[in-house]
């Protein structure tokens, strides 16, 4: 490290103090983020504010990022935002039997660092994405769909968070074990044995974090970060769709690595040629050692399946369900609920899609309310928070792609329609495909009901479904994180008895419950440091984001033992 | 646990302090243990002592255990001790559609007991074993051919140390999450967003452990204990030569249970009728979330493959090798190995196999030696270790199966016979199977010495692999971790770059290196609290004894958030 630009005294001396309050807060669990929320905040320090952010991302249209990787056998791209901008922008393709060696040969200094080397070298890759975080959250929101404010947020400092918690984890875990030790084992009157040991955390080798184009940064962080800080290499498959939030993760990664005296070639992306199907081929390699996979189930399944050689994390579908049964707040249910269905139009793993209502109506501050009442009043919640055009494209932003579109148009035809999906217009993006959500009346009686509501329609679809009582609903409930999964659940209850047997439905099939939210915290949202994302306990995901599971396989502890 | 004998208050008072030392061990991994390793140590304070343990193994022999496990449909039996004696006993023989729902209607307290509790309740089991050594070790003896010093030490004291062990990373890895959390985040000048949240750890179902033949206890209790601790049942299914050891284990965890207020079918034994392959069944079915398993490759390969319900931990065949390059105590260099190769027949999953010795010869304290003289040497030091029968006995046991005698006589075909193995009578059990190692020269340049070689044969049998050189022992030493795996590595070398060199392919390879042993510590031995038990990262096994990837997956973290 002798000739690097950025010494390992540098860089401890600026971001151990932020690993420390990174790891207070996963112990405590309390609110702690160094990524601001706030468009505004950015601008000073070396952080690019939202005129520079807008023309950096302007700048990258129609352009060549090489990365400068070995291997590269020409350039990819394609992608076309979800709002309609053809991004031009080239990615390099690369020779996979020349990359993956390359990727290798920086590995044993990577180890040989030592943990807390690795975790700031990622946080300083961490702080350089967060002062351009204006100009991820267009790539974000131009590759997601997301609306902007949400792209900003989601994809830049909550993002972000998830990567340093995963740094957090990896790093306190690799710590457990002392870097040496003296053992001395008395022998009565004889001489003690005594052994000099050393621990040293060794990488697993080369990881692959599987991009998806909903979330590339939110969910490809805490794998690309907790495989790094843990010594592996890491490829970044990105999903065709949304190369560029990841490319530009990639670039920024490679600086920091070379700046602070390693190997580039520690992490680099995979961009693929149109149907190559890379993920297939680099999945079942022997240097592939990890997997970090978001998406389809089907995918997922063939990869837990398939990828013997590598330890796979992956989050899959599940059927997000929220149990109604009775509320002291039934106009601050209303709008929460709304608010969760519109997000991103609904095209988030934690958006609700079952909405268990019991047949004979529930109780609430407001009387009595029927199930048609219920929904009746929902539908309202939810035309009423995108009445406004200019609010709902900002809530909705846009459909992600042509399935998603596809499965919505379908859904109307699966049951009563309580509300029928919208177009908005987007007058900045005449091309974007906006919807509302659409609300379909079924019954959880009825057995052709049940492969609608048993199964996941990912994007802006929810289902009202009838139920006998509020124990029919625990059981429904039961049942579809048993089958199906769930990365989320919620509840409104003010009876004892039923929030019990949701709390211990939760505990039983291990999913994550968000009762009776009626303010500003929404079921599909979870904040790093203290909510975790997933149970990893259910068939929705494998793993959670993030605790000690997730990173305590990544890498192994060798021990070496001489006589002292 | 109001009506308990054993109060929550007492088991924590008595308890906590031993958890709280071994959580310390395990973070400065210098020595310590609470269980003691000297026979003579027994006998007071309500623990048995030589003779009173003699006597209850003598008491149990021509019994039937039953243990009043629910949906018992008979009893099976029929173990023969490797020295001769039947020991009769009769374990229940379990309908595992009765059982298994009867193991999980416990389930519930057991969660809701809380980490502290579950370790505390670990460690009363491991105490009333402890007093029991003397029992247990005749029953390890009986089942394993262990040597009696060595049942009563490796079984016992060892074996409740890294149940211990497991149970505290078990424990920590429960508490590193809060049980709640105030999270509170600021909205500039609006209220802030104010959640409770609760985090519990959930227990995976229903964790098998499929005992071994050789260790029963050692083997075992690492998987049992980390699993009960983390809120799981434990099935144990024993090897059908070794079920005593096991049986008593569950017997004394049913008890400790039941006194504690909790499902004495928390633990539970699934012995099975001769040729049945209960493990097969058991396997694959849904309540069964969590495997360990200790044998050949063959099935802990299958198991990875086909219980994909379950988070499978294995412990598979591997070879293992010493390199001898130089050494500047030729004669504690010897006297080491024979040790080495000697202790249980070599019928352990550490015990060194292939000694790649420099067919030019290496460097020693005694001038040169060529590798004639290096394994003349070593042969004669292990004729010198085992010329007096007793001392023999003592330190071989017998032959545990078949299998291992069949391997032993094979093995003397292989190439030329640098030491033959020789039969040693024992006058105690004159129908235990007691054989001294063979020691058989094999040329690592020889294709067809290679399948000998780069196979693990189980038992006492060691190759004198002649290499080219120092270098090319380390690439055959690399070679052979990354395709057959070890559990442990030795070197002797007085060479700063072949010390590297090794040390290196330890590294990359994920093995654990013992360097230049000489005195009273072995290669093959390995100290909880200290000590690491294979590495989890090469073929010989998917994970290590003990850390924190062995317990972080057998449970998972649910929380309930609500608005404060």
Redesign the interface.
Known sequence: MATAELTAHELIAKHRPTLDQALEA??????WSPHPE?PKAYGENGSLDMAAGKAAFDALLGTRLDLGQPGTDGFVGGEVSPYGIELGVEYPHADIDELLPAMRSGM?AW?DAGAEIRAVVCVEILKRISDRTHEFAHAVMHTSGQAFMMAFQAGGPHAQDRGLEAVAYAYV?QV???DT????????KRDP?A?N?Q??P?P?GIAMVVGCNTFPTWNGYPGLFASLATGNAVLVKPHPRAVLPLALTVQVARQVLAEAGFDANLVALAAERPGEGIAKTLATRPEIRIIDYTGSTSFGDWL??NA?QAQVYTEKAGVNSVLVDSTDDYKGMLSNLAFSLSLYSGQMCTTPQNLLVPRDGIRTDEGPKTYDEVVTDLARAVDGLLGDDARANALLGAIVNPDVKSRLEAAAGLGEVALASREIANPEFPDAVVRTPVIVKLDGAKPDDEAAYMSECFGPVSFAVAVDSASDAVELLRRTVREKGAMTVGAYTTDDEVEGAV??V???E????????????YVNQT?AF???HG???NPAANS?LC???FV??RF????????A
């Open positions: 996963i112990r405590t669990r309390a609110y706030h044993r180890r875990e457990r074990t002392p030790a003296e053992w001395t084992k008395p022998q009565g044995l052994l040991k621990f040293t060794v697993r837990e399946s013997r709390q211990e939760c505990l039983e291990a999913a994550q419950l968000s009762l009776n939210l009626t303010g500003g915290v904040a203290s909510d975790f149970s990893g306990g959670a605790d000690g599971a305590a396989n192994r502890v060798v021990e070496v033992r001489r006589e």
